[in-house]
């Protein structure tokens, strides 16, 4: 399955990750991004809270439910979570080549206010989901900034060193 947190997406296989992994339960599962793949085990879930490890590193979130998707949020960053079956990727597939759009230019803008600290593509520039694209400085922490798209980069909007409020433009990318 995928899940689509913050237009980033993620394959999920809730399949047991292998038996040879003595802390494999039905807690565990495994998530890819590109072609990194995490181990991911739910700790705690209570009707508001949920605690997971992933990799071993533990995170703890607030979350809310909606009909569409869930809000997970902690002190750093809030994250728009949704749930995509198989079904609606190929229903979603589908519209778009029947309307005729064979090729897709995405803006990718920033995620919250911060400092553009390092650029790793430049126009023309092909890449695939997973690839680093930059990296944003935010509250004194590094967050990489990875492509959710295969493509190739287009333009760039802002150069290292550059202050940048959310949402603002960073990157035109043309997908197909």
Known sequence: MKIIVNDFEIEVDLNKIATSNAL?????????????????KVLKISDKEITF?????????????NNDFAILTNP???YKC??????QSLID??????????KKDKILKSPMP???TKIFVKPGTKIKIGDKLLILEAMKMENEIRSDVEG?????????????EKDASLLKISTN
């Open 114 to 116: 911060g400092l553009i």
């Open 76 to 78: 750093i960053r809030d």
């Open 24 to 40: 494999a339960d039905e807690n565990s599962f495994e998530a890819k991004i590109g072609d990194k793949k995490f181990e991911i």
């Open 152 to 164: 190739t980069v287009e333009e760039v909007f802002v150069n290292e060193g550059a202050a940048v």
């Open 53 to 65: 490890s992933i990799d071993n590193r533990i995170f703890s979130f607030a979350f809310a439910l």
């Open 93 to 102: 597939s589908y519209r778009s080549t029947s309307l005729g759009e064979s």
């Open 82 to 87: 949704k749930y995509i079956n198989k079904y």
